[in-house]
């Protein structure tokens, strides 16, 4: 796809109009619509009105709707760009959009809307005609040069951004037989060969054994494929002495091992979800390197069940040495995450970590499927963090780290319990369990067990694997 930045409108097969509620169109809108009148257009958020028109420049015109103009945010311009995606068809290739403002934020926004939306799985479809037709050219028309240029820049990024998201999505949208750690692993070596700031290494089942990740294989035992750990990182002019250790959870299938899942099974293809995004996030930048010296940790396994899994009752030992019962089977990412948070507090003492996982199902009941939760243990991360959610439209919310709860990690028999059926707070006891293993390191956990996949499609992100998250972790960094 190309995008261009124009001051006049040219060939184009749609040509898109956004407007204000109740608001008259600015003078290029206007001259595009050649007077033509609209009485049932509101402009109403996401509304659309679809004009066609014979031997025209423009063959069809779309009006879209923004909202009132007092309520406007990125978010209502990102939606409302989101929106403009379930139009596309073969015949549309060539896009024109004419903003009724021209604001970078915004405009860069209704772009990335679009693009964010404009999405499928479809590696595995064998018809060609179900494959969702690419964009070619992308034009915006603004008149200030100035303007124009930034926000060229802005939507270079935002295309490498995009496509990140995409492939996080592809990732997480393949089934469990088409994305083993294996096949995960050997991802994040296409990735780190992209670049020559990243490297990345990648550890299997004799390694893990002998560097005494007794998690990562206990949770990994029962499955045929094999356990991988993949470590990936990025070192370029680093301002920061002390890296930022970024971990993804990476249960490629979690059947919930002997303690087996009653419902919701085919779904659970989706609970590598952090490690891709982990993936993604390098994909990024291997593109646009920053000046920092970043890790990226992917504990990557099956949760399967047979005779040589993990039982409920085994005890494990952790990277750190610490023993846990493990009184439900089902409570597999807490295992993986302490042993990748472990390694890196040991290997890397960094300045911050953080981790994504889809951790739990509590996350859904206590926030949703549009809110991922956070957990931390540091007031400057966790602003940060916030901040860059915020900016990337991806909704976070905090829950406490109560120190009543965190008592209730303590074992019976071990050092700790992956799982207390007594605290009804699964979200929270999740993040108290990994807290054990960060040593008083700044530290953040975001549980995407409810935002990383959407069961219904969202104004801007479609059905599936939602690949959130990735864009949040580029702006915290970009930000670091
Ligand atoms: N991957 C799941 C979390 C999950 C389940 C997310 C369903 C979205 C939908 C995780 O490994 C899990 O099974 N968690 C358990 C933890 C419990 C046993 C403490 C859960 O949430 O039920
Ligand atoms: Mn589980
Ligand atoms: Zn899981």
């Known amino acids: 796809m190309k995008i261009s930045i124009q001051t006049r409108i040219t060939k184009n097969d749609l040509l898109v109009l956004p407007f204000y509620e109740g608001k ?30 014979k031997d025209k420049i423009s063959p ?22 989101g929106s403009l995606a379930t139009q596309l068809k073969k015949s549309i290739q060539n896009i024109t959009i004419i903003p009724p403002k021209e604001n970078i934020e915004f405009v860069a926004a209704f772009a990335e809307g679009l693009l964010l939306k404009h999405y499928q799985y479809e590696e595995v479809f064998t018809d060609k005609k179900r494959k969702l037709t690419k964009i070619q050219n992308l034009s915006l028309i603004i008149q ?67 560097m005494k990740m007794g998690c990562l294989i206990g949770v990994g035992q029962g499955a045929q494929e094999e356990t991988k750990f993949i470590v990936l990182e990025h070192k370029y002019k680093s301002k920061n002495k002390k890296p930022i250790v970024l971990v993804g959870k990476g249960i490629c299938f979690d059947a919930g091992g002997i303690n087996i899942k009653m419902r919701e099974l085919p779904e659970m293809k989706f609970d590598m979800a952090g490690a891709a995004t982990i ?47 493990i009184k439900n089977t089902d409570a597999e ?34 926030l949703g499927y549009d809110i991922s939760a956070l957990v931390s243990n540091n007031n400057d991360l966790k602003k940060a963090l916030k901040g860059a959610a915020q900016a990337a439209d991806e909704k976070i919310w905090e829950l406490p780290l109560d120190a009543d ?76």
């Open 279 to 325: 993936l993604g996030v390098f994909q990024i930048l291997s593109k646009y390197k920053l000046p920092l010296h970043v890790i990226g940790l992917a504990p990557c396994a099956e949760n399967m069940l047979g005779s040589k899994a993990v039982k409920p009752g085994d005890i494990l030992t952790a990277y750190d040495g610490t023993t846990i019962e």
């Open 144 to 210: 200030d040069k100035k303007i124009g240029n930034a926000l060229k820049k802005q939507l270079d990024e935002i295309i490498t951004t995009t496509e990140a998201v995409h492939a996080v999505r592809d990732m997480v949208n393949a089934p469990s037989n088409k994305m083993s750690p294996s096949l995960l692993a050997k991802k994040a070596q296409e990735i780190a060969k992209k670049s020559r700031h990243l490297t990345c290494k990648v550890y299997g089942e004799t390694r893990l054994k002998k």
């Open 24 to 53: 008259s169109p600015k003078p290029t809108q206007d001259e595009a619509l050649q007077n033509q009148h609209h009485p049932d257009f509101e402009g109403k958020l996401s509304e659309q009105v679809m004009i066609y028109q």
């Open 405 to 480: 709860y965190k008592d209730k990690i303590k074992g019976q028999i071990a050092d700790l319990d992956n799982y207390s059926a007594e605290v009804s707070a699964g979200t929270i006891m999740g993040g108290a369990f990994l807290e054990h293993f960060t040593k008083q390191t700044p530290w953040a956990h975001i549980d995407m067990g409810g935002s990383a996949w959407a069961k219904e499609e969202k104004p801007h992100i479609p059905k599936g694997a939602t690949g959130r998250m990735v864009r949040t972790l580029w702006k915290f960094l970009k930000n670091s």
């Open 333 to 366: 990412g807490r295992l993986v995450l302490a042993d990748a948070i472990a390694y890196a507090i040991k290997n890397y003492k960094p300045s911050s970590i953080i981790d994504v996982a889809t951790l739990t199902g509590a996350a859904i009941t206590a």
């Open 60 to 81: 069809r015109i779309l009006l879209i709707g923004l909202g009132p103009q007092d309520k406007e945010t990125t978010e209502t311009w990102r939606r409302a760009g």
